[in-house]
Protein backbone atom coordinates (compact mmCIF):
# COMPACT_ATOMS: atom_id res chain seq x y z
CA UNK A 1 0.00 0.00 0.00
CA UNK A 2 0.95 3.46 -1.18
CA UNK A 3 -0.15 7.10 0.44
CA UNK A 4 0.49 9.55 -1.56
CA UNK A 5 0.10 13.84 -0.13
CA UNK A 6 1.06 16.54 -2.60
CA UNK A 7 1.95 20.03 -1.37
CA UNK A 8 3.17 22.87 -3.03
CA UNK A 9 0.53 24.23 -5.13
CA UNK A 10 -0.79 27.66 -4.61
CA UNK A 11 -2.23 30.91 -6.61
CA UNK A 12 1.09 32.75 -8.92
CA UNK A 13 1.47 35.00 -12.27
CA UNK A 14 1.35 33.70 -15.88
CA UNK A 15 5.63 32.98 -16.11
CA UNK A 16 6.00 32.58 -12.20
CA UNK A 17 7.86 29.40 -11.03
CA UNK A 18 5.86 27.07 -8.60
CA UNK A 19 7.57 23.68 -6.90
CA UNK A 20 4.95 20.74 -6.18
CA UNK A 21 5.87 17.79 -3.98
CA UNK A 22 4.74 14.72 -3.24
CA UNK A 23 5.86 12.38 -0.11
CA UNK A 24 4.80 8.74 -0.45
CA UNK A 25 4.52 6.71 2.28
CA UNK A 26 5.96 2.80 2.65
CA UNK A 27 9.18 1.14 2.01
CA UNK A 28 8.44 -0.07 -1.80
CA UNK A 29 8.83 3.77 -3.49
CA UNK A 30 11.83 2.93 -5.43
CA UNK A 31 9.48 0.20 -7.22
CA UNK A 32 6.92 2.36 -8.88
CA UNK A 33 7.16 4.65 -11.36
CA UNK A 34 5.64 7.67 -10.39
CA UNK A 35 3.92 10.77 -12.30
CA UNK A 36 2.14 13.92 -12.22
CA UNK A 37 -1.76 14.45 -13.44
CA UNK A 38 -3.62 17.14 -13.66
CA UNK A 39 -7.70 17.97 -14.27
CA UNK A 40 -9.02 21.39 -14.93
CA UNK A 41 -12.46 22.29 -14.63
CA UNK A 42 -14.44 21.03 -17.48
CA UNK A 43 -11.89 18.44 -18.38
CA UNK A 44 -10.96 14.89 -18.31
CA UNK A 45 -7.70 14.31 -15.96
CA UNK A 46 -4.40 14.48 -18.64
CA UNK A 47 -0.99 12.73 -17.58
CA UNK A 48 1.76 15.56 -17.01
CA UNK A 49 4.76 13.56 -16.11
CA UNK A 50 6.56 10.21 -15.46
CA UNK A 51 9.50 9.31 -14.16
CA UNK A 52 10.91 5.98 -13.05
CA UNK A 53 13.79 4.35 -11.06
CA UNK A 54 16.31 1.33 -12.50
CA UNK A 55 17.21 0.42 -8.98
CA UNK A 56 20.06 3.10 -9.53
CA UNK A 57 19.60 5.49 -11.17
CA UNK A 58 16.48 7.31 -12.97
CA UNK A 59 15.77 4.97 -16.17
CA UNK A 60 12.83 6.53 -18.22
CA UNK A 61 11.36 10.26 -17.88
CA UNK A 62 8.87 11.11 -20.01
CA UNK A 63 6.10 14.74 -20.40
CA UNK A 64 3.11 15.24 -22.39
CA UNK A 65 3.67 17.88 -25.06
CA UNK A 66 1.95 21.08 -23.48
CA UNK A 67 4.74 21.31 -20.60
CA UNK A 68 7.83 19.43 -21.74
CA UNK A 69 10.64 22.46 -21.93
CA UNK A 70 8.65 24.06 -19.07
CA UNK A 71 8.22 20.98 -16.30
CA UNK A 72 10.92 19.01 -14.79
CA UNK A 73 10.11 15.75 -12.92
CA UNK A 74 12.45 14.20 -10.23
CA UNK A 75 12.34 11.65 -7.23
CA UNK A 76 14.45 11.47 -4.01
CA UNK A 77 13.99 7.92 -3.19
CA UNK A 78 15.75 8.67 -0.01
CA UNK A 79 13.28 10.98 1.20
CA UNK A 80 10.39 8.84 -0.35
CA UNK A 81 9.65 12.01 -2.80
CA UNK A 82 8.53 13.00 -6.12
CA UNK A 83 8.80 16.78 -7.87
CA UNK A 84 7.44 18.95 -10.20
CA UNK A 85 9.69 22.08 -11.04
CA UNK A 86 6.96 24.49 -12.97
CA UNK A 87 8.58 26.84 -14.84
CA UNK A 88 6.66 29.68 -17.26
CA UNK A 89 3.53 29.14 -16.12
CA UNK A 90 0.56 29.54 -17.96
CA UNK A 91 -2.85 30.20 -17.79
CA UNK A 92 -3.68 26.93 -19.01
CA UNK A 93 -1.47 25.07 -16.58
CA UNK A 94 -4.26 25.85 -14.22
CA UNK A 95 -5.63 22.75 -12.57
CA UNK A 96 -5.72 20.23 -9.84
CA UNK A 97 -2.48 18.28 -9.99
CA UNK A 98 -2.84 14.92 -8.99
CA UNK A 99 0.55 12.81 -7.82
CA UNK A 100 0.02 9.27 -8.88
CA UNK A 101 2.16 5.89 -8.90
CA UNK A 102 2.10 2.57 -10.70
CA UNK A 103 4.03 -0.31 -11.53
CA UNK A 104 5.48 0.76 -14.66
CA UNK A 105 6.37 3.94 -16.59
CA UNK A 106 4.42 2.82 -19.67
CA UNK A 107 1.16 1.74 -17.41
CA UNK A 108 1.54 5.49 -15.60
CA UNK A 109 1.89 7.25 -18.92
CA UNK A 110 -1.53 5.26 -19.65
CA UNK A 111 -3.21 6.11 -17.02
CA UNK A 112 -3.58 2.96 -15.63
CA UNK A 113 -2.13 4.34 -11.98
CA UNK A 114 -2.53 1.94 -8.78
CA UNK A 115 -2.74 4.88 -6.21
CA UNK A 116 -3.61 9.12 -6.60
CA UNK A 117 -2.97 11.73 -4.41
CA UNK A 118 -5.77 13.71 -3.39
CA UNK A 119 -4.91 16.26 -5.42
CA UNK A 120 -3.33 20.49 -5.17
CA UNK A 121 -4.45 23.23 -6.71
CA UNK A 122 -2.47 25.17 -8.94
CA UNK A 123 -3.92 28.28 -10.13
CA UNK A 124 -2.04 30.91 -12.70
CA UNK A 125 -3.50 34.09 -12.98
CA UNK A 126 -2.71 36.76 -15.21
Known amino acids: QVQLVESGGGLVQAGDSLRLACAASGRTFARYAMGWFRQAPGKEREFVAAITWSGTSTSYVNYADSVRGRFTISRDNAKNTVYLQMNSLKLEDTAVYYC????????????????WGQGTQVTVSS
Open 100 to 115: AAATTGTRLRSGLVDY
